[in-house]
C-alpha cells in the first residue's frame, strides 16, 4: 500500500503535539504520527497483539471506540509509528491525561499500551514512542508521567529516564 501522509488522514489530535525532535529522530523510512481513523486496516491491532492477546473487534467497532476517544478532547493520545514503504504499523503507545481536583488542580499523564513489532524492536522506537508521549503529557500541563509495567521491562523505561516508584495494585472484574 502506498504511504498516506498526515494531510490524508482523520487523525484522533493535532499532529503538531508530536516534538519534532522526537520526528527528526527516526530513520527516513518511518514516520510517527497521531492514531487515524483508518489505522485498523494498517494493522493497529496486529502491533498491540505483541503485548497482549488481541480480540478483534471488527472494523466498525474498532472505528466506534475511535470516536469515543476522540469525543474527549485533550485527554487520549495515541500514536504510532508507521513504515513509510508498506503504510503499515510497526509502533504504538498512548498518553490519557487524567485531571485532577489535587495539585492546583493538576494533571497526571498516564502512559499505556506500549508495543513495538517484533522485528522493528531493539532500534529506539519504543524509546521514541516513550519520549514523544511523556512531550506531549508534559506539554499538556502534566506534573508527572507514570506507567505499569512487568520486572522485566524495567531496565527499557529506566532508559527512558523513569524510575520505579511505589506499587501497582489491581482487582480485575
Ligand atoms: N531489558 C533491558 N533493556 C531493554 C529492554 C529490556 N527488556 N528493552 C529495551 N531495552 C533497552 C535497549 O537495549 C535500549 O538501550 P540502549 O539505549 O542502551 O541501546 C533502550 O532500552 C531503548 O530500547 P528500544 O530499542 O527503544 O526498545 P524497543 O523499541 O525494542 O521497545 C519495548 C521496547 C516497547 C518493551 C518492546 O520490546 C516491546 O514491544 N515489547 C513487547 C510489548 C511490551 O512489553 N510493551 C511494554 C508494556 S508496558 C506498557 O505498555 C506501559
Known amino acids: 500500500m502506498p504511504f498516506t501522509p498526515d494531510h490524508d488522514l ?19 523510512e518511518l514516520h510517527i504520527r497521531p492514531l487515524a481513523s483508518s489505522d485498523y486496516a ?29 469525543a474527549a478532547p485533550r ?8 513504515d513509510r514503504t508498506s503504510d503499515r504499523i510497526v509502533a504504538v503507545g498512548t498518553v490519557f491525561v487524567e485531571r485532577k481536583f489535587l495539585r492546583g488542580l493538576g494533571a497526571v499523564g498516564h502512559i499505556e499500551d506500549i ?11 519504543g524509546l521514541r514512542v516513550i519520549q514523544a508521549l511523556t512531550a506531549i503529557s508534559e506539554n499538556s500541563g502534566c506534573y508527572k508521567t507514570i506507567l505499569n ?25
Not at 482523520?10 to 527516513?28: G, M, N, S, Y
Not at 508495543?115 to 522506537?125: C, H, P, R, T
Open 42 to 70: 494498517r494493522g493497529h491491532l496486529a502491533i498491540l497483539s505483541v503485548l497482549t492477546v488481541v480480540t478483534d473487534p471488527g472494523e466498525a467497532a474498532w472505528r466506534a471506540q475511535f470516536d469515543a476517544l476522540r
Open 75 to 82: 485527554t487520549y493520545y495515541p500514536i504510532v509509528i508507521v
Open 10 to 28: 482523520d487523525l484522533l489530535f493535532p499532529t503538531e503535539h508530536i516534538p519534532a525532535d522526537v520526528r527528526k529522530q527516526l530513520p527516513p
Open 115 to 125: 508495543a513495538v513489532d517484533k522485528g522493528q524492536q531493539g532500534k529506539k522506537l
Open 149 to 173: 509495567c512487568s520486572d522485566s521491562n524495567i531496565p527499557f523505561y529506566e532508559k527512558c529516564g523513569f524510575q520505579k516508584k511505589e506499587n501497582e495494585m489491581a482487582k480485575y472484574a
